[in-house]
T-cell receptor, first 113, second 113 residues
């Protein structure tokens, strides 16, 4: 296992289009997180899963955003009707419960034109 | 939710000097206090963490100190090297609100040779 992987690494899209990002966590980790990071800011929490259950969602997560983790392994984050303000790096992380340390992927950079 | 502030936002030191970054938080129930390092274009990675039952933890050239009464914790780097240049984020874990890390805005550390 080489760590958390994310795909695609870069995505350029036009405003109004839908995009989907995929995250494959470290296989033994049952917690999976999505964060968003813009230039000069720290990662902002979006949502997290324990196994297949989505346990928390940030107030930042509008109804255009949806995340799934159907079998408790990989996860997808979909953004519908993208807006220019959605341009950011979308980071996925995984962890063991009660451990605290997050292992981040390299991120998926979204540019909305 | 947790309010997190880091100071300073940028820090420039000469190689060999010490660097200290302070993080203040609002949730008195916070019980886990990590520091993450993010090099340019890379993913955030945990460098050191401390739990609320300990006042200080050291790992070679880096240390973290915690003052729970004043609700702040600090990252100390001694004998800085150019490869320490990065953005450092504190990310306390509160016991209320989201059960995930709330990242500060980051401190850019520049170590000049």
């Amino acid at each position: 296992d080489t760590g958390v992987s994310q795909d695609p690494r870069h995505k350029i899209t036009k405003r109004g289009q839908n995009v989907t990002f995929r995250c494959d966590p470290i296989s033994e980790h049952n917690r999976l997180y999505w964060y968003r990071q813009t230039l000069g800011q720290g990662p902002e929490f979006l949502t997290y899963f324990q196994n297949e259950a989505q346990l928390e969602k940030s107030r930042l997560l509008s109804d255009r955003f949806s995340a799934e983790r159907p079998k408790g392994s990989f996860s997808t984050l979909e953004i519908q009707r993208t807006e220019q303000g959605d341009s950011a790096m979308y980071l996925c992380a995984s962890s063991f419960p009660r451990n605290g340390e997050l292992f981040f992927g390299e991120g998926s950079r979204l540019t909305v034109l | 939710g947790e309010n997190v502030e880091q100071h300073p936002s940028t820090l420039s030191v000469q190689e060999g000097d010490s660097a200290v970054i302070k993080c203040t938080y609002s949730d008195s129930a916070s019980n886990y206090f990590p520091w993450y390092k993010q090099e340019l274009g890379k993913r955030p990675q945990l460098i050191i963490d401390i739990r609320s039952n300990v006042g200080e933890k050291k790992d070679q050239r880096i240390a973290v100190t915690l003052n729970k009464t004043a609700k702040h914790f600090s990252l100390h780097i001694t004998e800085t090297q150019p490869e320490d240049s990065a953005v450092y984020f504190c990310a306390p874990l509160g016991d209320s609100g989201y059960s995930t890390l709330t990242f500060g805005k980051g401190t850019m550390l520049l170590v000049s040779p």
